[in-house]
């Protein structure tokens, strides 16, 4: 499975050059970014923004560059592009795929074609097989539409212009790896297709997991967690010891909650009963409170066997009892770590007790410098490590002002 080595950002909102982790053949492997990161820092400081950014990728892939641009709450082209700027809206990927010793770069450039958005660049490169030095080859180099790919596994030692292949796309509002990645010739560019298209970003709205869909198992949760009940009773009959481990992590946050069931009503709409000890008929998720949605829409994420690569969630602590976050926190930590289906966190927060269960190097702390988002580690502060070193807790630091994050005191 893929994984996110870094990221850099460039003329998006806020983010005029923001880099996150490794992010270049240039830098150090010990700077990527860990199967675990949390962004903090002040209000309007720029993390909510990195997380629309990789849902902004997600979307032009999915559904092209002008849809992706006009989604609800990001305005057009000209509103998502950094004030002043004037060149295009950039992203640089750093992952690693298959060959650990190898990453591959991904980078995409989006910009203006008359008045309307497309896509102006954008690159594939490796390292060849054998190569230790030097710059990364292309095996994907599209500009304005045209210019060459590599077909095959990976690239070859004596790679060379006969094994190239030209590329014109029709349509420069759909992403070359969109086109590219359905075709079996380009296994590599299929994979990083697939990574994309599995990124999930969280916007849980509880209102719309009160809502009563129509029935019918559903393998993901959408990004609002409108289908809530049709997930879990996609875990109910599929994953039977995944859905126990559901009601038991949910049961541990929620006291005297006994057993969660589904019901189809006679209109044909999912109904999720809550059992709770004490009272003989059940709750449903019309009288649920917005903490205990919030809950089960992570305890799904949690136990899911096969879990998507990537999951970006925006504070995960709201409406949350104050014990339960540090506890979330380390459930996040463990499903990344896990060795047998791993995946990877982005998370924001403004919860100190949320931060006190994570290590330095997976916080980055967020601020603005003359209206530009920049970011840093937190264990690349030699204070900060001094004092975690006599034992005072992460998030305490933080809270105490021990961050230079530009917050008000």
């Known amino acids: 499975m893929a994984r996110l080595l870094g990221i850099r950002i460039q003329n998006y909102r806020s983010l005029v050059d923001l880099h996150l982790g490794q992010t270049s053949y240039s830098t150090r492997r010990d700077e990527s970014l860990s199967r675990l990161t949390c962004l903090i820092g002040p209000n309007g400081a720029g993390k909510s923004s990195v997380l629309d950014a990789f849902g902004f990728v997600a979307d032009c892939l999915l559904d092209g560059v002008e849809n992706a641009c006009d989604k609800p709450g990001r305005g057009g082209f000209e509103r998502l592009r950094s004030q002043g700027a004037t060149g295009p809206i950039e992203f640089e990927v750093f992952f690693e ?3 650990v010793d190898r990453p591959i770069v991904y980078r995409l450039s989006i910009g203006l074609v008359g008045e309307v958005p497309a896509v102006v660049e954008e690159t594939l490169r490796q390292r060849q097989q054998g190569q230790t030095r030097g710059k990364p080859y292309y095996f994907l180099k599209l500009k304005e539409g045209s210019g060459k790919v590599w077909a095959g596994q990976s690239v070859g030692v004596k790679a060379g212009k006969k094994d190239e292949q030209k590329v014109r796309l029709a349509d420069r509002d759909k992403l070359g790896i969109t086109t590219l990645g359905n075709l ?15 990124w999930y970003l969280s916007y849980f709205v509880p209102e719309a ?12 949760l959408d990004r ?4 809530l009940g049709n997930v879990l009773q996609y875990f109910e009959r599929q994953y039977a010891q995944e859905y126990d481990q559901i009601l038991r992590r949910l049961a541990k946050a929620v006291p005297g909650l006994e057993r969660i069931t589904t019901e189809i009503s006679k209109d044909g709409r999912l109904l999720l009963k ?27 994420l949690l136990a899911d066997p096969a879990p998507r690569p990537f999951i970006g969630i925006e504070e995960p602590e709201n409406g949350l009892y104050v014990r339960l976050v540090d506890r979330l926190a380390a459930q996040f930590s463990l499903r990344a770590s896990s060795t047998t289906s791993p995946t990877q966190l982005l998370l924001t927060t403004h919860s100190p007790y949320f931060v006190d269960a994570l290590r330095a190097e997976q916080v980055f702390i967020l601020k603005k410098e003359r209206g530009c988002s920049v970011a840093r580690r937190a264990s690349e502060e030699p204070e900060i490590q001094a004092l ?22």
């Open 97 to 99: 795929d298959e060959d």
């Open 184 to 198: 079996s010739e380009h296994p590599r560019i299929v994979r990083l297709r697939q990574y994309i298209e599995r």
């Open 209 to 220: 997991a009160r809502a009563l869909p129509a029935a019918g198992a559903q393998r993901w």
């Open 224 to 227: 609002t967690g409108s289908n």
């Open 274 to 300: 809550f059992d709770e000890d004490g009272y003989a008929d059940p709750f449903y998720q019309q009288s649920m409170s917005d903490g205990t949605l919030k809950m089960l829409a992570y305890a799904i």
């Open 388 to 409: 975690l070193d006599q034992g005072i807790p992460l998030g305490s630091l933080w809270y105490s002002n021990h961050f230079d994050d530009g917050a008000p005191e």
